[in-house]
Structures are given as structure tokens and as C-alpha cells.
């Protein structure tokens, strides 16, 4: 039960994900409802804010979301990139490029270093980059829609306050990159709230709100069913070495 009592969705499977979801249908096909409307629209693409207090379960939502994203048949040809939850080496717009990048075309983002500044030559290559890979996808499938999750999302915009160029760039990226979705988690909301700075209402706000009594019931007796799972099917690999 550690994995359950630590409550780490990164370190859960996929079933027990399922199995342990509580309270949170309403907010998931509200988070649905507006991909699908980014996938099919031919304006600008809507981008979210997920967000509520630490704690309050933003990550697990987000993983919860994932799996349903990926048993959507209308988001067959779509992509879902969750990064890590840590991103310390995101400093401007080009690196938060070059790690998306990096995890659709490798699975990871080990290799992905953070630059000290950056350039108008590396902003245009790493957007380019991005344009392009949109560009082909969507081209292969008709329909396509790149969706990507960055978590603690208010820590990267605080690092860009001050600078106005890579506020312009990053609002360059949500407003003029086709087929392309950013969801940022925070703990709090008006992250955008500030009138002059250049991200200013770029997202559209979705809370996670806290659970109730009968949630917290729910959840629970998940937990058990999910520990027994756990157990009956390390019972059955026992059986199948003996």
C-alpha cells in the first residue's frame, strides 16, 4: 500500500490509476470537451490552466487525464506529452520547446540542457522546429493536436516576469502555433492576471476543487480494492514459479 498511503501518481500504473480516480468526471470531460474543440477548430487553439492548492491532487488528475485522453478514438492521431514534474532546467520559451521536442521524438528529456540566454537564432530554430513537426503531423493525419502538460507552470512564467522579449515569444507560441495545446498546472490561479504583462489572459482557467465526504469514501474503498489487486496478482505470479 505505500504507493497508495505516499499518494505519487508517478510511480502508479495506469490500472490502479483507474482504479483509485475519485471526483474528478465533471473536470475531466470539461478538460476533454476542450481538446476536442481545439482539435476540430480552425481558430487560434484554447490553452488550460489547471489549478488548486497544493495537495489538492493536480498531478493525479493530469495522469488521470492522460489515460483517458489516450481511449478517445478522436484523439487517435493526436499526441499527449506529460513532462517531468521538476522543471528547473526551463528558463525560456526555446528550452520548454526543445523538451517537448525531445520527449516526442526520444521518450525523454534527460539530454535537454537549459540555456543562460537565448537568442533570437535559437528562438526561431527551436519554434521552426516545433512548426514543423505540427506541420507533418498534421499533413500524415488531417486531424492532429499536440497536448502538452507542464506542471508548476507559474515557476517558469515567474523566471520570464521581467523579460519582455521571451514573454513575446512564449505568447508568440500560444497564439500562432497551429495545432499545438499547452496545459499548465499551478497552485494558484491569475497567473495571468497581470494587464501589462504580454501573457495576459492567455489561458482559460479550470479548478480542481477540493473532495467531499463522499469523495473521500469513494477514494478509500478504491484504495482497498486496488491493494487487493496488488496482491492477488503477486499471488498468482508466486503460483506460476512454483
Request: with cysteine.
Amino acid at each position: 500500500m505505500n504507493y497508495i498511503a505516499k499518494f505519487n501518481p508517478y510511480d502508479m500504473s495506469d490500472e490502479i490509476i483507474l482504479t483509485v480516480a475519485t471526483g474528478r468526471k465533471k473536470v475531466l470531460h470539461e478538460v476533454l470537451d476542450a481538446l476536442e474543440d481545439n482539435l476540430i477548430s480552425d481558430e487560434g487553439q484554447q490553452h488550460l490552466l489547471v489549478w488548486g492548492p497544493r495537495g489538492i491532487g493536480k498531478s493525479f488528475f493530469l495522469k488521470y487525464l492522460h489515460i483517458q485522453f489516450k481511449k478517445q478514438p478522436i484523439f487517435q492521431n493526436c499526441q499527449f506529452v506529460l513532462l517531468p514534474e521538476e522543471q528547473s532546467n526551463i528558463g525560456f520559451p526555446s528550452d520548454l520547446i526543445h523538451m517537448i521536442m525531445e520527449q516526442v521524438e526520444t521518450g525523454g528529456t534527460e539530454e535537454v540542457i537549459g540555456t543562460w540566454e537565448e537568442t533570437p537564432e535559437m528562438w526561431n530554430a527551436a519554434y521552426q522546429r516545433l512548426q514543423d513537426y505540427c506541420a507533418e503531423q498534421k499533413s500524415k493525419h488531417g486531424q492532429f493536436l499536440l497536448v502538452v502538460v507542464i506542471e508548476n507552470i507559474n515557476e517558469f512564467l515567474a523566471k520570464i516576469k521581467n523579460d519582455v522579449i521571451a514573454q513575446s515569444r512564449f505568447r508568440t507560441l500560444l497564439e500562432n502555433q497551429k495545432n499545438f495545446c499547452l496545459i499548465g498546472a499551478s497552485p494558484h490561479s491569475n497567473v495571468d492576471n497581470d494587464y501589462g504583462n504580454r501573457i495576459f489572459k492567455i489561458f482559460r482557467e479550470v479548478k480542481i476543487k477540493p473532495w467531499t465526504e463522499d469523495d473521500y469514501y469513494n477514494y478509500f474503498s478504491r484504495s482497498w480494492l486496488a491493494h487487493q489487486k496488488t496482491l492477488d496478482q503477486a499471488h498468482s505470479e508466486a503460483l506460476r514459479q512454483l
